[in-house]
């Protein structure tokens, strides 16, 4: 990387792979900033600079130049989960973890992962199916599998129109109300997301879907911390297979502050899969209560080495900078 550098001072992806080489290193932060640094201003649109040049600001100490460049993170993609993490862990050091708990919920929320747990709760196959829903045969099943297609795919309308067919022959189809009760909450519309959701329950007392989108909305009310956490007690035993149960059932624990208890789940969920960025922060924030900075930092290292990876920047900075375009 260094050699490569040397040759073509612009050359992103060598930037990329020798900051990713002295953080998975460590201990070389002085480095580590000055390569993140050199990054940012190659390419000064590409978010993971911004994200891991912060990280590495907050190793070396230097809080506030961290703070600045995950905030110029979010000036370029709003929804820069990791630059959200980021922003939460600086909160709790400095105003604890009611302040940061916050940053963290709305970090899972702008992750894909967390959408991507219901529909897999649903039952859905990985690919997108397109429907029109004139064609969808008049059978429950079909209708609920294509309602659940368009709520994918963010076609609220359409999977309404479904859900309310369904609903209309069988008022007490749990399935469906679990639907309806998800489409409610991606209009954030939560009151009637949970009033749909506990209907839904009332007919299956332990249906992860209805489960999932009831825990979701207490989660965002302060004072129904214990109920969230009842019920996401109930969707991780349900559902013990899916890493994110556990995450949202740790995310709750630490609202009523048991930390010791928010760290099982937490690590139930990284057993479950080791690259679940959302549970290597939250256990991050748990190092953090109990004075743990150096198993902090460690987390978050991991967290960052597994978030970059999933994204692939350095192939794709790679490829443009060898086509001879900008990264």
């Not at 992962?113 to 196959?125: I, R, T």
């Not at 939560?190 to 209907?199: F, G, I, K, P």
């Not at 825990?215 to 007690?233: C, E, Q």
């Amino acid at each position: 990387s260094t050699q490569a550098i040397e040759l073509d001072p612009d050359c992103s992806p060598a930037y990329l792979a020798l900051g990713l080489a002295y953080d998975r290193r460590g201990g070389m932060w002085d480095q580590s900033v000055l390569v993140w640094h050199e990054l940012a201003e190659v390419v000064p649109d590409l978010v993971i600079a911004h994200v891991q040049l912060g990280e590495a600001f907050a190793a070396a100490a230097f809080e506030e130049e961290a703070v600045d460049s995950w905030k110029r993170a979010l000036e370029l993609d709003p929804k820069e989960a990791r630059a959200h993490y980021n922003l939460a862990i600086a909160a709790l050091k400095h105003e604890g973890m009611s302040t940061a708990l916050p940053t963290i919920r709305r970090a899972g929320e702008l992750d894909p992962s967390q959408d991507e747990l219901f529909f897999a709760l649903l039952g859905l196959p990985a690919e997108q199916i397109e429907f029109d829903i004139a064609t969808v045969k008049p059978e429950r099943d079909a209708r609920l599998f294509a309602a659940g297609m368009l709520l994918r795919g963010e076609d609220f309308f359409g999977a309404s129109d479904l859900v309310r067919i369904v609903l209309d022959e069988n008022p007490a189809d749990a399935d469906a109300l679990a639907l309806a009760a998800y489409a409610y909450l991606k209009q954030e519309a939560s009151n009637e997301a949970m009033a749909c959701a506990l209907r839904s329950l009332t007919f299956s007392a332990d249906l992860p879907t209805a489960l999932y989108t009831l825990g979701v909305v207490y989660s965002r009310f302060p004072g129904l911390s214990k109920h969230s956490a009842r019920v996401f007690i109930a969707l991780a035993k349900s559902a013990p297979q899916h890493s994110l149960t556990h995450v949202l059932l740790a995310e709750s624990l630490l609202g009523l502050q048991r930390y010791g208890q928010a760290r099982q789940a937490y690590r139930a969920a990284v057993r479950l899969d080791p690259a679940c960025v959302r549970a290597r922060f939250g256990l991050a924030a748990v190092r953090l209560t109990e004075g743990g900075y150096a198993e902090a930092q460690w987390e978050i290292r991991r967290a960052a080495y597994y978030d970059t990876r999933r994204q692939g920047n350095f192939w794709r900075m790679y490829d443009a900078y060898a086509e001879g375009g900008d990264a």
